[in-house]
């Protein structure tokens, strides 16, 4: 048991209603999981309002109450919190609830529109591999040193995050590397976690469902910036436009790095082929496994916070030699009539543009290039004729299909994305609602030699229709549909 005066440490309060020296079980957002003696937190969402179910958490045991305004009803017995914010309070109280552990391990967090999943899984991969216990909050799944669990979120609630922190701490995990999404950001998820340092890989359109303006979406991302320690290094791609801004109002000790701008780490590429990269990075060569542009500025800021974190540079270089691509990002296989299938999660249109130009890059032109993408319902529809247009413009064939559709009708998804395509690319076009089908046709139209690339989903396993998940793996798939088309 908690006392609730120790897990309101440092929460900004407004007014108190009853006592604070009570004892506590455990704390909780939503009343459905309240039980005798918790603590019950009036989270304001998008779709429903922690104030209207805090009669239903008093009902089902609990016995104090975190709001930011009031009820009308007060029940004699209960102890009622106003505080400023309910998101940055529950931030604090599960902080204070798990003994603050972001303090006992080195955490660094990583940001921006593409990359986070790679640079953060590719870090836990590297300091395995030099022999730490290492922890991973990433959108893939959550990584306690060697244990698995799986992830829902990019950013989870703060309660997980810090039951997560703990138990790495409890198993004497000396870092963790953990993606840091805008919304985690915004809704105060990371408030009161201590890092050692903070990531801004690039900005580009996205989640515009959810921020009102562009303006808003980079100053949310500048926002974890702002609030790091002068303790901390904050590492940024100032190739991006936007790498400066996350820079301006910082303690944090400021480093840079590009490819095309003098910064602290630099990089060029000297060769990109499918089967790797050989990059000169600050004067010292490297050969890589991954491949592609974006993935050399994935493995620079990998390598200058590996250098910042206290690792020789070139025992870094070493370790990035034996690294191995994360599931769903750029993950390729070549069938037995030499057709390559490639699954990547580009879902954004900076991140398509960027694999189709990787491709176009490394291929000779000699075979056909065929792009299988949709877009995501109830989610940014601003991106969807951007990206058609991307996808028809730099494909030989491009074939409009369903993403996750959620609670949308596919077919308008679908006509939303073909309105980007220019006139010039209709006939390289094709529309097969069924994103089954549609990866069947394109291994039907696939010639030996030919690249396929199914973009948009990359590590996940499922396809989510009107609010059910239903099994889905385009790796699995494509790879059977292609041994069963070319025996």
């Not at 997980?160 to 993606?179: D, Q, S």
């Not at 291994?443 to 989903?457: F, M, Y």
Request: aromatic share 8%; with cysteine.
């Amino acid at each position: 048991m908690k006392i609730l005066k120790d897990i309101l440490y440092r929460v900004a309060i407004e007014a108190v209603k009853g006592p604070t020296d009570i004892a506590i079980n455990k704390m909780d957002f939503d009343s459905r999981k309240i039980e005798v003696n918790d603590v019950f937190i009036a989270i304001r969402g998008s779709i429903s309002d922690g104030h209207d179910f805090i009669e239903k958490a008093i009902q089902q045991g609990a016995v104090a109450v975190i709001c930011d305004t009031f009820p009308e009803n007060i029940v004699i017995g209960i102890t009622y919190v106003q505080v400023k914010n309910t998101n940055s309070a529950l931030a604090f109280m599960a902080a204070n609830y798990f003994g603050d552990p972001s303090q006992n391990l080195k955490l660094v967090g990583i940001t921006g529109t593409n990359g986070k999943t790679t640079i953060a899984s590719l870090l836990y991969q590297l300091f395995k591999k030099a022999g730490f216990k290492v922890g991973l909050l990433s959108t893939v799944k959550i990584l306690v040193d060697d244990v698995e669990y799986k992830a829902t979120h990019t950013t989870p609630d703060s309660i997980t995050i810090n039951h997560y922190l703990k138990e790495m701490v409890k198993n004497g995990v000396e870092y963790c590397f953990m993606e840091v999404s805008s919304h985690g950001i915004h809704q105060k998820r990371t408030e009161a976690l201590h890092f050692v340092g903070g990531i801004f890989t690039n900005l580009s359109h996205d989640h515009l469902d959810y921020h009102p303006t562009f303006a808003e979406y980079r100053d949310v991302k500048k926002y974890f910036f702002d609030n790091l320690p002068k303790t901390a290094f904050a590492l940024s791609n100032i190739d991006d436009k936007n790498g400066q801004v996350m820079l301006q109002n910082t303690a944090a000790k400021k480093l840079t790095y590009a490819l095309k701008t003098y910064a602290d780490y630099k990089a060029q590429i000297l060769e990109n082929q499918l089967s790797g990269l050989l990059l000169k990075i600050n004067g010292d060569e490297v050969w890589v496994k991954l491949i592609g542009t974006f993935n050399a500025y994935n493995l620079l800021a990998i390598y200058g916070t590996a250098v910042e974190l206290g690792m020789e540079s070139l025992e870094v270089l070493r370790l990035l030699s034996d690294l191995e691509s994360v599931s769903g990002r750029f993950q390729f296989i070549v069938s037995a009539s030499n057709i390559t299938a490639i699954v990547d999660y580009a879902h954004t249109p900076d991140a398509l543009e960027n694999v189709l130009k990787t491709i176009n890059d490394i291929r000779t032109k000699n075979e056909q290039l065929i792009t299988v993408v949709g877009c995501g319902g109830n989610r940014d529809k601003a991106k969807r004729p951007i990206m058609a247009g991307i996808a028809s413009e730099l494909s030989d064939k491009a074939i409009f299909t369903s993403d996750n559709p959620r609670n949308e009708e596919p077919e308008v998804i679908i006509t939303e994305m073909e309105q980007g395509v220019a006139p010039q690319n209709y006939k390289k076009t094709l529309t097969i609602t069924d994103r089954k089908q549609a990866i069947k046709t394109a291994c039907q139209l696939a010639q030996p030699n030919d690249i396929i690339l199914i973009a948009g989903k990359g590590h996940e396993t499922y396809q989510e229709i009107n609010g059910v998940r239903h099994d889905f793996d385009d790796m699995k798939i494509v790879k059977e549909i292609l041994d069963q088309l070319h025996k």
